[in-house]
């Protein structure tokens, strides 16, 4: 079935200590979201890809950093995670010529910060 | 500013029950989804909207896209445990980001 995969499910690093989220999709679409989502609260974009063309939102923090090396594949780098930045990070996908309408969600990465 | 304001923003209901989830905004969208998350996971879409005054039923779930493409309403009929979770609704006009309502976050308990 074509979906979105999103590894690990659960990180878990150090205050200060890189980490790297990964996500894939099989649905061959063009544009590709990074979320962040804290307890009850809706996601809060971070960015996303419509090809290779990065939009950052306007007030991501510059720790946050992204990588779309082809189609499939994006990546979510934290550079210096804090506390704060605990949350869970859902990666989506949306068809090209539409930078909103439906998307498709991953299952999502629950990131804890010790 | 486009803002989505969802209501209720909890509740808690008996299994059986009927319930309405509100999705309201001043702006006008070209779509809009509400979508469902469980606890732990990535959300769900559940349907999209695209005219005014549509109307599409997924089994005892309702969804209603106001005339004006304005605002949207759930109907959840005899509400069951397995219907638990955040309820989203996000929108977008032509063009832009998807943006999202609060949630609604719903507990049916047996």
């Known amino acids: 079935d074509a979906m979105v995969i999103q590894n690990p499910r659960y990180q878990v690093t150090q205050f200060g200590k890189p980490v790297t989220l990964s996500c894939s999709q099989t649905?061959?679409?063009?544009?590709m979201y990074w979320y962040q989502q804290k307890s009850s609260q809706a996601p809060k974009l971070l960015f996303h890809?419509?090809?290779?063309?990065?939009?950052n939102e306007a007030d991501t923090p510059d720790n946050f950093q992204s990588r779309r090396p082809n189609t499939s594949f994006c990546f979510l780098d934290i550079r210096s995670p804090g506390l704060g930045d605990a949350a869970m990070y859902l990666c989506?996908?949306?068809?090209?010529?539409?930078?909103?309408?439906?998307?498709?969600f991953g299952p999502g990465t629950r990131l804890t910060v010790l | 500013t486009q803002l989505l304001e969802q209501s209720p923003q909890f509740l808690s209901i008996q299994e059986g029950e009927n319930l309405t989830v509100y999705c309201n905004s001043s702006?006008?969208?070209?779509?809009l989804q509400w979508y469902r998350q469980e606890p732990g996971e990535g959300p769900v879409l559940l349907v999209t909207?695209?005219?005014?005054?549509e109307v599409k039923k997924l089994k005892r779930l309702t969804f209603q896209f106001g005339d004006a493409r304005k605002d949207s309403s759930l109907h959840i009929t005899a509400a069951q445990p397995g219907d638990t979770g955040l309820y989203l609704c996000?929108?977008?006009?032509?063009?832009?980001?998807?943006?999202f309502g609060k949630g609604t976050t719903l507990s049916v308990s047996s």
């Open positions: 989506a996908t949306s068809r090209g010529g539409n930078r909103g309408g439906e998307q498709f």
């Open positions: 649905l061959n679409h063009n544009v």
């Open positions: 890809y419509y090809d290779k063309d990065f939009n």
């Open positions: 702006s006008v969208f070209s779509s």
């Open positions: 909207v695209v005219t005014g005054g």
């Open positions: 996000a929108a977008n006009q032509a063009g832009t980001a998807l943006i």
